[in-house]
């Protein structure tokens, strides 16, 4: 397979945007393995691309098992050697009209063991591959609900977890910078998605056009920063 052909792994990639992900960047040829851990659904949505002629493959994972992330990663490195673009899209959002002062406990840890903690697990494993080839682009799945310069109230474990992941962001760009791996995050915006509902202001296909952006950045492109709406923006 040659090196221009990308493979893609997309996580949380059954519906919304992780669907719709998936299917913007097999569009160019590239091999997306897409990943969730609701498997029956997932090969379903599978299905539906290929029946467009796009080059996708089901691989279950769980990001909130380490033991499910390894073997998606033996997987990947058995079956195609390299990664070269991580989306990290799954997550959670459980908290909704709940305020900071009441939040319980095991929701905010629920939702960082996914939202947060999940992706830095993920991409723990999948940069040693992505360095072997001196190749990689990452993207985190932030949120505009995580961005400090927009901090509000509400959405308590939701803005924590985002806050959190670009955190995880900005260290691992800073530890492989260098090795031709860029890493950065991003907010797609209010999208018509099952987390989003039915009253949001874009469409997935607008919301996934970041991910895309950043999944294709030429070599000399930025790493550690923060996006929308293909713009970089304040943390």
């Known amino acids: 397979m040659e090196k221009s052909h990308k ?35 997932s090969k379903k949505a599978v299905e ?30 058995k079956e195609f050697g390299r990664l070269d673009v991580l989306i990290n899209n799954a ?39 992505m360095k072997k080839n001196r190749y990689g682009r990452i993207v985190n799945m932030s949120s505009g609900l995580g961005t400090l310069d927009e901090m509000g109230g509400g959405y308590p474990s939701y ?9 995880v962001t900005r260290i ?3 530890e492989t910078k260098g090795t031709g791996i860029l890493i950065n995050s991003m907010c797609p915006g209010w999208c018509r998605t099952d987390m989003g509902g039915l009253l949001a202001d874009r469409s997935p296909e607008k919301g996934a056009e970041t991910a895309v ?10 790493t550690g920063s923060y996006f929308r709406d293909k713009k970089q923006i304040r943390w």
């Open 7 to 41: 493979i893609v792994l997309v996580s949380g990639a059954k519906k919304g945007l992780g669907f719709e992900i998936s299917k913007q960047l097999a569009r160019p040829g590239a091999t997306v393995i897409m990943t969730d851990r609701d498997e029956p659904n």
């Open 48 to 77: 539906t691309l290929k029946n467009k002629g796009l080059d996708v493959v089901f691989f279950p994972m769980d990001i909130t098992d380490l033991g499910s992330i390894r073997r998606a990663r033996e997987f990947v490195e």
């Open 91 to 129: 997550g959670i959002f459980i908290d909704d009209k709940i305020s900071g002062l009441e939040v319980d406990a095991e929701t905010v840890l629920k939702t960082f063991k996914t939202n947060t903690l999940g992706h830095l697990l993920v991409s723990q494993s999948f940069i040693p591959l």
């Open 159 to 167: 803005r924590i977890s985002k806050t959190a992941l670009n955190a």
């Open 172 to 174: 691992l760009a800073a």
């Open 213 to 222: 952006y950043l999944a294709t950045l030429p070599d000399n492109g930025p």
